[in-house]
């Protein structure tokens, strides 16, 4: 496993590219904090998904686009 031990951050990890990269990092081995915007609810789903293929998610939600 290329990323075992590492922690990946995917921020737009709720679709498209970023959910393809967050399945694939954690089939790697990495542990996986899955980003959405503005609904938890999407990354839950991808949590489901990882977690389910044996890996270890969570789900936040952030704006990373505004600094404090």
């Given at each position: 496993?290329?990323?075992?031990?590492?922690?990946?951050?995917?921020?737009?990890?709720?679709?498209?590219?970023?959910?393809?990269i967050a399945i694939r990092f954690a089939s790697e081995?990495?542990?996986?904090?899955?980003?959405?915007?503005?609904?938890?609810?999407k990354a839950e789903k991808v949590v489901d998904q990882?977690?389910?293929?044996?890996?270890?998610?969570?789900?936040?939600?952030?704006?990373?686009?505004?600094?404090?």
């Amino acid at each position: 496993m290329k990323l075992e031990d590492k922690v990946a951050l995917i921020t737009g990890g709720t679709s498209g590219i970023g959910e393809a990269i967050a399945i694939r990092f954690a089939s790697e081995g990495a542990k996986i904090a899955v980003v959405a915007s503005a609904h938890i609810g999407k990354a839950e789903k991808v949590v489901d998904q990882i977690s389910a293929a044996g890996g270890i998610a969570q789900a936040f939600v952030a704006n990373v686009s505004k600094v404090s």
